[in-house]
């Protein structure tokens, strides 16, 4: 299947930095790009949906102003968590979807906010 | 909001045996899909059916979808310790462009 890379797979902030996550779709070009948070022992859930070259829709409930979402080309979205805090701490998944109606999921960023 | 819910929450079986997990889900959908998720690691899709499909097949997997009872199933045959995953299932709805996942089955199998 397609791929789509990640990273950093892992980081560790203080509380009050901001953190990018970016997201690649190295075979593929994803015209739409999903982000998604996961909780331990929980399931996706959507936060926002880009399309490259425009504004991100947000789900509702996410702070559009916390979690600033890029997609400047069609292999490159990122995320961008602004002040970060300790409810932050989550992990957060990126995927680029294609015109078949599949998702190719990145191996996830974990964010530690201390 | 999540569309899917899925049971049972955790399946533990031996090598060898099957393993069969359910999803129900709400509204009229385009297609579902199953996917899984090694402990910290990102999605892997399995297999995806769409609604006038009513059973797949892909290696050792066996997807069914019933419409009329909007529920799907994933069925694992001759499971391994690899195996050992969470399944969601996801569906997509339609005029929609976003999956909705389910909670998961988390799937353990014993060596």
């Known amino acids: 299947g397609a791929v789509v890379s990640q990273h950093p797979s892992w980081v560790i902030c203080k509380s009050g930095t901001s953190v990018k996550i970016e997201c690649r779709s190295l075979?593929?070009?994803?015209?739409?790009m999903f982000w998604y948070r996961q909780f331990p022992k929980q399931s996706l859930m959507l936060m926002a949906t880009?399309?490259?070259?425009?504004?991100?829709?947000?789900e509702q409930g996410v702070e559009k102003d916390k979690f600033l979402i890029n997609h400047a080309s069609l292999t490159l979205s990122t995320l961008t968590v602004t002040s970060a805090h300790p409810e932050d701490s989550s992990f957060y998944i990126c995927?680029?979807?294609?015109?078949?109606?599949?998702?190719?999921f990145g191996e996830g960023s974990r964010l530690t906010v201390l | 909001s999540q569309q899917g819910e899925e049971d049972p929450q955790a399946l533990s079986i031996q090598e060898g045996e099957n393993a069969t997990m359910n999803c129900s889900y709400k509204?009229?959908?385009?297609?579902l899909q199953w996917y899984r998720q090694n402990s910290g690691r990102g999605l892997v899709h399995l297999i995806l059916?769409?609604?006038?499909?009513r059973e797949k097949h892909s290696g050792r997997l066996r997807v069914t979808l019933d419409t009329s009872k909007k529920s799907s199933s994933l069925l694992i045959t001759a499971s391994r310790a690899a195996d050992t995953a969470s399944y969601f299932c996801?569906?997509?709805?339609?005029?929609?462009?976003?999956?909705?996942f389910g909670a998961g089955t988390t799937v353990t199998v014993r060596a």
């Open positions: 995927s680029g979807g294609t015109n078949t109606g599949e998702l190719f």
């Open positions: 075979d593929f070009q994803a015209t739409t």
């Open positions: 880009s399309n490259e070259g425009s504004k991100a829709t947000y």
């Open positions: 509204t009229s959908i385009n297609n």
């Open positions: 059916i769409r609604s006038n499909e």
């Open positions: 996801a569906t997509l709805l339609r005029d929609d462009y976003k999956l909705s």
